[in-house]
């Protein structure tokens, strides 16, 4: 990242934290890029077309630019880079809520301290619950969430909840990776959260823009921009070289956050050597308690495009899309970045077992656009010639943060995505597919198997199909 955008010398609770998103320096660049011309776009999109990223000033002048060919062309560079690098795979994961206690008054947010309601966690008995029943969905991969709450929801208890997820196993598998969306914390939480397994460190910064960050956390810890927007430093300090960042789109311009997420990458990646693995985008949606009329809403072509140009500017970088979306905006960013995707969620604390009991939502963190069953969205995924995935081998591999990396940019990670991701779809249609569902997932992976380039990995795999057809369970490159 150029040294221009860093400014030093913000104090943190205490210690000296360095600022690396300047926004005068952001707005300068925006505004700058409404000059590029088209020598400087079209520079921008080879470079990009050759799947070798874009830095900041490049990512700008692809914002700014509205010409109809220029959008065509990101469109269409976007669609190859996720074609060529994630092929038809799309990994699936399940939210799981454990607690909505929280000390923060975010404006956006349900659990916000301001809204009273029966707040509660779940005890380890309920955990289990819920997972039995994700693991009824066959989910393999969770991203746990819980609000900001010392007393009632420390660290301790979220390491709790993490061994008693990973200490269930099930007749058809178990959980095999936890994501964590907890506040940002200290260097030595993020150590005990590493020791006990953690897969990526998920935070979004919700948004960039200072103003409208202390305008919208109105009070409570996650009040301290600085505090928050360092969080991902403390976590690679603490050895969690995996972390996703995201912003929540709608809080300010959305120019100016895809660009401070893209600065916030260049600098993990000159910080620690790897950036992002994975980024959030989600939009700003209802949730009880919230006016919606307070918020400059991102409309879908913006959205697009922003999805677009951000997966030119890291073709590497996993892109997670949540259940926030409808079906048909989905749809469209699968096609243009979007690698992994939620199914099946419920946004509230103990949600899975309220719904299997048929109860209505009472208090959900947001309101879901796509309720589809996890059944049918992974169904439809296969109608659309995708193939969901319940890979979770990198981690299991210790494949991860800069190791991850160069093999994601060697090209070579996708000999062992699609085989797989193969693998784990015949496991899910043998284990909670009907027949119907087993023969479309058959086909699905008799399409694909050739399309596995090496021949030796392509035997592999094939074998190890037969064998999960016939009973065996969990096989990973
Ligand atoms: Fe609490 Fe997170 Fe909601 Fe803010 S966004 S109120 S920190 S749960
Ligand atoms: Fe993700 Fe690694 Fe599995 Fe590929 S092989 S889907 S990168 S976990």
Redesign the pocket.
């Known amino acids: 990242m150029a040294n221009s955008a860093i400014v030093s010398g913000h104090k943190a609770k205490g210690r000296q934290e360095t600022i690396f998103i300047d926004k005068e320096y952001i707005e300068g660049l925006l505004e700058t890029a409404k000059q590029a011309d088209d020598a400087v776009i079209t520079a921008a999109l080879d470079k990009a077309d050759r799947f070798e990223g874009l830095n900041h000033r490049e990512i700008a002048a692809l914002l700014a630019s509205n010409n109809p060919a220029h959008l065509e062309r990101i469109f269409a560079i976007a669609g190859k880079i996720k074609q060529h690098i994630y092929g038809n795979?799309i990994?699936m994961f399940a939210p799981l809520y454990v607690s909505d206690h929280c000390v923060n008054r975010c404006a956006y947010c349900s659990y916000n301290c301001g809204h009273s309601f029966g707040r509660r966690k779940l005890t380890q008995d309920e955990v289990r619950e819920e997972v039995r029943i994700l693991e009824a969905m066959g989910h393999k991969r969770i991203a746990m969430e819980a609000g900001e709450h010392d007393k009632e929801c420390p660290i301790d208890y979220i390491l709790e909840c993490m061994k008693t997820i990973y200490d269930m196993k099930f007749e058809n598998g178990e959980i095999r990776?936890i994501n964590v969306n907890i506040a940002a914390t200290t260097v030595e939480n993020y150590r005990k959260l590493k020791e006990t397994g953690i897969g990526t460190y998920i935070l979004f910064q919700e948004t960039y823009h200072q103003p409208a960050y202390e305008r919208v956390h109105q009070a409570g810890p996650k009040r301290d921009y600085a505090y928050h927007l360092t969080a991902f430093d403390r976590a690679q300090e603490a050895g969690i070289d995996d972390v996703g960042g995201g912003v929540l789109f709608g809080l300010a311009d959305p120019y100016f956050e895809t660009l401070a997420l893209m600065i916030h990458n260049e600098h993990l990646e000159e910080r620690f050597g790897v950036g992002f693995h994975t980024i959030s985008v989600p939009r700003l949606c209802p949730a009880p308690g919230m006016n919606m009329a307070d918020y400059a809403l991102v409309d879908d072509a913006t959205f697009e495009k922003i999805v677009a140009v951000i997966r030119l500017a890291v073709p590497f970088t996993?892109m997670i899309l949540s259940t926030r979306e409808s079906h048909e905006m989905r749809k469209k960013l699968l096609k243009i970045g979007i690698s992994q995707i939620s199914a099946g969620s419920s946004t509230e604390v103990g949600g899975y077992a309220k719904r299997e009991r048929q109860e209505k939502a009472h208090n959900p963190q947001f309101i879901v656009n796509d309720e589809r069953s996890a059944l049918s969205i992974i169904s439809e995924l296969m109608d659309d010639e995708y193939i969901p995935?319940f890979?979770?081998?990198?981690?299991r591999?210790g494949?991860t943060g800069d190791r991850?990396m160069r093999?994601?940019k060697s090209g070579d990670?996708k000999n062992?995505?699609l085989p797989?991701?193969l693998m784990t779809l015949c496991e899910y249609a043998m284990d909670y597919g009907d027949e119907p569902f087993k023969q479309k997932a058959a086909n699905a992976i008799a399409r694909e198997m050739p399309t596995i380039g090496n021949a030796k990995i392509r035997a592999k795999t094939g074998e190890n199909v037969e064998k999960i057809r016939l009973g065996q369970r969990d096989f990973?490159?």
């Open positions: 795979r990994v990776r996993g995935s890979c979770t081998a990198c981690y591999n494949r991850f093999l994601a990670i062992v995505c797989n991701a990973f490159f």
